[in-house]
């Protein structure tokens, strides 16, 4: 059974579809990529199965489960986590507090907050904020204030990650660092899906990949037939080709 299933998923906002019709699968433990120019309903997407959204027409469906239409906050104890693709850390909270957070949320029964503490020193750690967990967030580098909203998602425990735009902003070494982390966070078993306009990065971690334009589903297929996808050239790669990224 799919960790994730959406079927004919669908999102007006007044006239304008931003999400159209979609179909989807995502099997446990794997990471798929979702792309598109911008515009193209990826985000709204993430909100939908976030639930900060409901589709209509549309169901989702977590393990088999129906979640259309559930409050965000129990889609979140039902282990689905995200970041976004601003930032949105708590700016004047200390690091390792924006993690304490998360731990707090996601803390299972007869957990203390001394345990609370000491697991979000350790995520700290795992996305390599150690040296930095007594520092405001507002006063991190980008690359670091996505780590930590990695750090506080993950603190909820979820199985499933959705990662908007992590590497957008990031200098070359930090796209390669944030790739790493990906790809340690899949190792732990969570399944991810990650939308990203950094192709490397989504060639290099995923194993399929979702194309979205106008908010319909174009393509879906390993990286390999994406990239060499007539259709996702002229609608998407082609277009980036000449923007130089
Ligand atoms: N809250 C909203 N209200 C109205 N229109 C929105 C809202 N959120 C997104 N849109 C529109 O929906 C479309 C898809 O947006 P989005 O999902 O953010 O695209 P992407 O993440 O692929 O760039 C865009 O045309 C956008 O302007
Ligand atoms: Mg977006």
């Known amino acids: 059974m799919p960790i994730l299933e959406g079927k004919g998923v669908t999102k007006y906002f007044g006239g304008l579809v931003a999400v159209s019709n979609v179909d989807f699968k995502v099997e446990q ?12 309903g990826k985000t709204t997407l993430f909100n939908l199965i976030s639930a900060a959204l409901v589709p209509k027409p549309g169901t989702i ?3 088999g489960e129906n979640i259309t239409g559930l409050k965000p906050y129990k889609i979140c104890r039902m282990v689905v986590a995200r970041t976004f693709q601003l930032v949105k850390v708590f700016a004047d909270m200390p690091a390792l507090s924006n993690v304490i957070l998360g731990s707090y949320f996601g803390m299972s029964p007869g957990m203390s907050s001394k345990d609370a503490v000491r697991e979000a020193t350790e995520l700290l750690e795992f996305v390599g904020l150690s040296a930095v ?8 580098t980008l690359a670091n204030q996505k780590r930590l909203e990695v750090a506080r998602a993950l603190a909820t425990n979820p199985e499933l990650l959705l990662l908007d735009e992590m590497m957008a902003g990031l200098n070359p070494t930090e796209v390669g ?3 790493e982390l990906v790809t340690r966070i899949r190792d732990k078993g969570i399944t991810i899906i990650m939308i990203e306009h950094v192709m490397k990065a989504i060639m290099n971690v995923c194993e399929r990949i979702i194309v979205l334009h106008h908010g319909a589903k174009i393509a879906e297929g390993t990286p390999q037939e994406i ?4 259709k996702v050239i ?3 790669l082609g277009e980036k080709a000449h923007a130089g990224s």
């Open 29 to 40: 433990g794997e990471a798929l990529g979702l792309i598109g120019p911008n515009g193209a």
């Open 61 to 63: 469906r977590f393990k």
């Open 133 to 140: 967990k007594g520092t405001p967030a507002k006063d991190l």
């Open 177 to 179: 660092q944030a790739m």
């Open 227 to 230: 990239v060499t996808s007539k």
């Open 234 to 236: 002229e609608v998407y």
